[in-house]
């Protein structure tokens, strides 16, 4: 329309579209929008059909939201739409009743329409789309678990299994390693384990540094001043022109810092003077003074806890550091742990491997004889080639035992297990299949909430902000600080020193003085800020603690379902392995007289090498099965904080 601006003209189209659908209905439309009007459109006169009426609307019309089917005619007309004025130059619609945006969009595929609500209305096609295991499921009210026993796999035979020497006939470098004795070997030879119980160690000096704040001071001075100054003034020497005077000053004493706070100094000074002063009497003066000070504050830096905190810092440092290091011995077992059982993973499966080659060879031989009798080529070549698989899987999985013994010789350290004096170790510590106690949560809580070294770390944290928050609100404080001292004093000349030093004590009376000293910043801003910043960091490590403890409670607790489920599927895989090793019970007996069973070669062997190929993925699933558990197993001890721990001294 020539009349109308851009926008009017585009409103006014999307107007007429919306309308023709509500009237329309029509099924291929993909989308059904009704929406509110912007305030452009409002402003421009144009009318947009509202919620309220668009819901209305339908219900009048007699259809649902959903877009009807596509034999459905459409209607002529609508039997109740409402009447709105109309502007002049504004399309028929409805006016909005509210502001907020509205939309309603079906799903763009034809096929998928109407899904929702035709579950609702009709259940037989419910029944259709889900499973009716589903909905006859009923959670149980209590687990149920199967305890079996089960001596292991014939690959743990110590004479026809992985645990006989694989890689190497020399049995001089051949090494039997215990899983346990690993772990105590990698506590004496680890460089690492060495590293980490060198720092708690370090942080422990830190103790006897803060203790030695109290520790008394013996101190001595000398000190020797020769004067030679001109005279300005007469009554300075009596006559002479330039003052000649030699001072020399000395002292020796203790000085010695209390837990409440109290600093003494005890000290003997021996002076000796001489001027050629006429007013200096008399000469070579010899001035003792034995003097005991003291200064104790009353308010601010007062009390053993203030005065000691730097010791409770530093012992909660240790602490803290003592817990980093459990956390670091905790995870360097778990790495033994793992290249433990990886190795012994490695090694079963080499040992079915080698099972396997030797029975596709023996298999192999068997099609040899009878090639040309009922045997094709074909299947001789596939036995060769399924012999093939198995040596590159055998050198494959040898190169990766010798890598992982590399690896544990690494992290055990032990001079026994390096490549230059072994060539192969043997594993002792068999895999095991272990439920664990059911009502073993709460113990393992226990023991996480008081081994586990993330959590020590934080307490150690929380400690330590507590001590500073302390100490900041005793520096709120102002300073009021008692100061006394004492002395006596002898003089004598001529260079007497003794003399001197009797007089301090049969000449006279002692000298005493005391009084207090007072100081407080005015606001005091740099201590409520600090008290602040320390109150602050306290909430925020109790924070941290609750967080990290509902970490480990939930690690404990998944540790302990994952090891259920392994045990679970230990026996889930023996299932398997059985059933396979069954069927090819079976298929060798159709081979050895296929005829009588009216099968032919071809079906026969290719149905025999697949069981082949079957039983070698199902023991190896089975052995890896094992190692599963065994890791989750370890996974629990180490989640609890009781893998390995540091015996406190």
Request: glycine share 4%.
């Amino acid at each position: 329309m020539p009349g109308l601006p851009h926008h009017r003209k585009k409103s006014k189209q999307r107007s007429i579209v919306a309308l023709l659908c509500i009237w329309l209905s029509v099924d291929w439309h993909p989308v059904l929008a009704v929406r509110f009007a912007s305030d452009e459109e409002r402003s421009s006169g144009i009318a947009v059909a509202s919620s309220d009426e668009f819901e209305r609307f339908l219900e009048n019309s007699g259809k649902t939201a959903t877009v009807a089917s596509a034999d459905q005619a459409p209607p002529k007309a609508s039997p109740a739409l409402p009447a709105v004025p109309i502007p002049p130059t504004s399309t028929t619609l409805l006016r909005p009743s509210q502001s907020e945006p509205f939309q309603v969009v079906p799903s763009r595929d034809p096929s998928a329409r109407n899904t929702a609500s035709s579950f609702a209305t009709d259940p037989s096609l419910a029944r259709d789309v889900f499973q009716p295991a589903l909905e006859n499921y009923v959670p149980p009210d209590d687990e149920v678990w199967i305890n079996y026993t089960w001596e292991g796999g014939w690959w743990e035979s110590p004479t026809g299994g992985a645990l006989k020497p694989l890689l190497t006939n020399k049995m001089h470098r051949v090494q039997r390693i215990d899983l346990e004795q690993l772990i105590w070997q990698s506590m004496q030879y680890s460089p690492k384990v060495q590293s980490i119980l060198k720092m708690p160690k370090i942080q422990r000096s830190e103790i006897d540094i803060a203790r030695g704040d109290f520790d008394p001071m013996r101190y001595a001075q000398s000190n020797f001043k020769d004067t030679s100054d001109p005279v300005g003034n007469t009554l300075t020497t009596g006559g002479p022109n330039r003052l000649n005077d030699y001072f020399w000053e000395n002292a020796v004493g203790i000085r010695d810092r209390n837990q409440f706070g109290g600093k003494t100094d005890f000290g003997q000074a021996i002076n000796a003077r001489d001027s050629n002063s006429l007013f200096f009497r008399p000469n070579n003066q010899v001035d003792s003074k034995l003097t005991l000070n003291y200064s104790q504050p009353l308010m601010r830096g007062a009390g053993v806890f203030y005065n000691t905190s730097s010791i409770r810092l530093s012992q909660m440092k240790t602490e803290e550091e003592v817990a980093i290091a459990n956390t670091n011995l905790q995870q360097h077992a778990r790495t033994i742990h793992s290249a433990y059982w990886e190795l012994m993973l490695a090694r079963f499966q080499l040992a079915q491997v080698i099972k396997a080659k030797f029975r596709f060879e023996t298999l192999s031989q068997k099609l040899e004889n009878r090639r040309g009798i009922d045997v094709l080529k074909m299947h001789t070549d596939r036995a060769n080639s399924m012999v093939q698989s198995m040596i590159a899987q055998d050198n494959e999985l040898r190169g990766k035992i010798v890598g992982l013994q590399l690896d544990l010789a690494r992290l055990v350290g032990s001079p026994d297990l390096q490549n230059t004096v072994c060539d192969e170790m043997v594993p002792l510590t068999r895999p095991i299949a272990s439920l664990p106690p059911l009502d073993s949560l709460e113990d393992e809580l226990y023991n996480a909430l008081m081994h586990r070294g993330e959590l020590q770390e934080i307490r150690s944290q929380i400690e330590t902000e507590s001590v500073r928050k302390q100490i900041a609100t005793n520096e709120l404080r102002p300073t009021l600080d008692l100061v006394v001292e004492g002395y006596v004093r002898g003089l004598a000349g001529d260079k007497r020193i003794i003399d001197s030093s009797s007089r301090q004590f049969d000449s006279g009376a002692p000298s005493y003085s005391g009084g207090f000293t007072y100081q407080s910043p005015h606001r005091n801003r740099a201590a409520r800020a600090n008290l602040q910043g320390r109150a602050m960091a306290l909430a925020e490590r109790i924070d941290a603690y609750e967080d990290k403890k509902m970490e480990v409670e939930a690690q404990v607790y998944k540790a302990i379902v994952t090891s259920k489920a392994t045990y679970r599927s230990i026996l889930a895989s023996l299932y398997s392995a059985k059933s396979v090793l069954s069927e090819i019970e079976e298929r060798e007996a159709k081979l050895e007289d296929f005829f009588t069973e009216g099968n032919t070669p071809s079906s026969v062997l290719n149905e025999l090498f697949d069981a082949e190929n079957r039983l070698l993925n199902a023991e190896k699933e089975l052995a890896t099965r094992q190692i599963e558990h065994m890791q989750a197993l370890t996974q629990i001890k180490y989640e609890s904080g009781t893998l390995l721990t540091i015996a406190r001294e």
